[in-house]
């Protein structure tokens, strides 16, 4: 088993940017749930940053809302 690394710390991302939602969007299931840092790699820090800027651009519209 081989650890998954960050990609925000991989390419030095600083800001994630709740308006750029082509990169949200490969943090989400095709149900628009957000992968778990297990399954998308993502440290910590970076994971709650991206579930934060996630709900951001649903809430403004930029991305579709949980299909069920």
């Known amino acids: 088993i081989f650890k998954k690394n960050c990609y925000?710390?991989?390419k030095r991302i600083r800001e994630i940017e709740f308006t750029d939602s082509a990169s949200l969007a490969r943090?989400?299931?095709p149900w628009g749930k957000i992968k778990p840092a297990?399954?998308?790699g993502n440290c910590p820090k970076h994971q709650k940053r991206l579930s934060r800027a996630i709900k951001q651009a649903r809430m403004m519209a930029l991305l579709a809302d949980k299909s069920y």
């Open 27 to 29: 943090f989400l299931t």
């Open 8 to 10: 925000f710390c991989k």
């Open 38 to 40: 297990k399954d998308s």
